[in-house]
C-alpha cells in the first residue's frame, strides 16, 4: 500500500474520485430545445417536399391564422398609431415640429413596432391555439392513432400549420402598418391639427422600399419562430389537461421572448445589408 501524499505533491496530483462541475439545467433545457427544434423543422421540410399537405386543410388554418386574427391585430396596430402620434405630437409642438409627426410615426410601424407588435399577438392568440389542439390531440392519443393508420402527424398536423403562419404573419403585419398609419392619420388631424395631405405627403418623402421589406422580412422569421414553437410544445404534451395548460403558457413566454431577442439581431441584419 502506498503512503498518503502531504503537502505539494498531494495538490499536484489530481484525485481520482473528483468529478467535473455538472453542466445548468438551463443550459441543458435550451439546448435539447433547440435540438428538437431543428429536428421538427428538418421532418417539416421533408414530409412538405416528398407529399404537400391537402390545401383544404391549409385553407382552414389560414382562415384561422389569418381573418379570425384579423380584428385584435387591426385594434392594436390603431391605438398604437394614436398613442404615438399623440406622444411624439405633443412633444414636437414644443419646437414647433408635429407637423413632422408622420415621419417617426410612420418609420416606427414599419421597421418595428408593426411587425413585433403582430407577432406578439399572433403568438399569444394564434400559438397558443396551435399548443392547445396538437396537446389536446397528443394527451388523447389521437396523434398515435394517426400513425397507426400509416399516416404522417408532421404533414397532416404540423406543415399546415407552418404554412398558414408562413403566409398570415406578412399579410396581417401590412395591414397593421397601414392601420396604425391611418390611426396616427386620424389623430393628428383631430388634435394636432396637421392636414391629411401634409401627413402623407411627409411619410412618403421618407419611407423607402427597403424600410417596408425590412419590417416584411422580419415577419417571415417571427412566423417560423411562432409556428415552430408552439408546433413542437404541442406535440411533446403529457400530463392530461394540466399538461396542456403549461405547454400552452411555455408557448407563449417561449414565442414572445424568441420574437423580441431575434428582432434585436434582425434589425442588425438588416440595418448592414
Known sequence: MN???VGVQAARTPDSGARAA???TG???????????????RDAVRAALARPPEWRTV??????VGWRSLSIVNLTAFF????????????MARFGAKMFVSRIVGMALV?????????????????????????TMAVTDQIDAIRALGASPIRNLVVPRLIAILVMLPVLTIIGDLVGILGGL????????????????SLVQVLYLRDVFSGIGKSFFFAYFIGIIACLNGLQVTGGADGVGRATTRTVVAASITVLISDFFLTKLFLLS
Open 186 to 201: 386620424l389623430l393628428s388631424v383631430t388634435e394636432l391639427n396637421v392636414s391629411g395631405e401634409f401627413y402623407v405627403n
Open 111 to 135: 421597421r418595428e413596432l408593426g411587425p413585433v407588435l403582430t407577432a406578439l399577438m399572433i403568438g399569444g392568440r394564434v400559438g397558443a391555439g396551435i399548443t392547445a389542439e396538437l396537446g
Open 27 to 41: 443550459i441543458v433545457a435550451l439546448l435539447d430545445g433547440l435540438g428538437a427544434v431543428a429536428l421538427l423543422t
Open 22 to 24: 455538472p453542466v445548468p
Open 59 to 64: 385553407l382552414v388554418q389560414l382562415e384561422q
Open 3 to 5: 503512503p498518503p501524499m
Open 80 to 91: 398604437t398609431g394614436m398613442v404615438l402620434a399623440l406622444q411624439l405630437g405633443t412633444y
